[in-house]
Nanobody, 115 residues
Framework: QVQLVESGGGLVQPGESLRLSCAAS????????MGWYRQAPGKQRELVAE???????IYADSVKGRFTISGDNGKNTVYLEMNSLKPEDTAVYLC?????????WGQGTQVTVSS
């Protein structure tokens, strides 16, 4: 059974940085993409960033130039470097891995940006 565990969230002031990590356990036969979504109170869940097996990346317009996604397929691990954080980045960040037949989700880690 595949499980994803996020870490690295916390409370920071605007302009500061956080690095999120997501480690997958269990057997994943093939990974198509690894990525991060976020959901703020009263808002829909939205894609933040994804990275494909070949290393191609996609970012939400709101985080381009500030966030960097990276992954290690051998370790089934995905990271999100979050720089120049803004209050509007406050949300629960969820890790996701898309395999051949299934999408797996973590439980989420809270990121709060406040002065």
């Amino acid at each position: 059974q595949v499980q994803l565990v996020e870490s690295g969230g916390g409370l920071v002031q605007p302009g500061e940085s956080l690095r999120l990590s997501c480690a997958a356990s269990g057997t994943i036969f093939s990974i198509n993409t690894m990525g991060w979504y976020r959901q703020a109170p009263g808002k829909q869940r939205e894609l933040v960033a994804e990275i494909t097996r070949g290393g191609r990346t996609i970012y939400a317009d709101s985080v381009k130039g500030r966030f960097t996604i990276s992954g290690d397929n051998g370790k089934n691990t995905v990271y999100l470097e979050m720089n120049s954080l803004k209050p509007e980045d406050t949300a629960v960040y969820l890790c996701t891995i898309l395999g051949v037949s299934s999408r797996y989700w973590g439980q989420g880690t809270q990121v709060t940006v406040s002065s």
